[in-house]
T-cell receptor, first 113, second 113 residues
């Protein structure tokens, strides 16, 4: 299994506050992703990175920003948390190459009250 | 508009019988398909995949079938075991993309002893 660590694992925050979730990998994978999981929606892509300082928007990027200053770290920031951002967030990594799978972290449960 | 659809939110099967999970997609650019398994409070784990140049891929008790003309894939689990009880996500990747996966909404499989 790829070494992917998400922190924190659980967080409760108030509406309007900024929140940063961290994803750390030890596998030197080129690609990194942030997904959110919500009932009835499966996993939806928020942002992704295809290299250091190279990021792009996913399907549900509004209200989120990301940064990747090192290969191993990918940060997801909620600029001003809203109740609609209550969700479980998963980080994933992927190797270069055609037919390869993505590896997921354990998830971060975020509650915005 | 969902590009990957899993129309059955849940499925119950008796232990020892076959489990068949289905997935439909709409994007003709998808050329690699994966199944992930997810237990509560854990991240998704890769199960099996298939390239669009194949119509079947087998790994132990798990077989994935791809029907490109119908834009349909299925996962067969034979024989089903109680430990297979989990949420199963179908995912697809488009050629030329940054390896990001598009997921279905998942199917909760319950294998009854």
């Amino acid at each position: 299994d790829a070494g992917i660590t998400q922190s924190p694992r659980h967080k409760v925050t108030e509406t309007g506050t900024p929140v940063t979730l961290r994803c750390h990998q030890t596998e030197n994978h080129r690609y990194m992703y942030w997904y959110r999981q919500d009932p009835g929606h499966g996993l939806r892509l928020i942002h992704y990175s295809y290299g250091v300082k190279d990021t792009d928007k996913g399907e549900v990027s509004d209200g989120y920003s990301v940064s990747r200053s090192k290969t191993e770290d990918f940060l997801l920031t909620l600029e001003s948390a809203t109740s609609s951002q209550t969700s479980v967030y998963f980080c994933a990594t992927g190797r270069a190459g055609m037919n390869t799978e993505a590896f997921f972290g354990q998830g971060t449960r975020l509650t915005v009250v | 508009d969902q590009q990957v659809k899993q129309n059955s939110p849940s499925l119950s099967v008796q232990e020892g019988r076959i489990s068949i999970l289905n997935c439909d997609y709409t994007n003709s650019m998808f050329d690699y398909f994966l199944w992930y398994k997810k237990y509560p409070a854990e991240g998704p784990t890769f199960l099996i995949s298939i390239s669009s140049i194949k119509d079947k891929n087998e790994d132990g008790r798990f077989t994935v079938f791809l029907n490109k003309s119908a834009k349909h894939l299925s996962l067969h689990i034979v024989p089903s075991q109680p430990g297979d009880s989990a949420v199963y996500f179908c995912a697809a990747r488009a050629s030329g993309s940054a390896r990001q996966l598009t997921f279905g909404s998942g199917t909760q499989l319950t294998v009854l002893p």
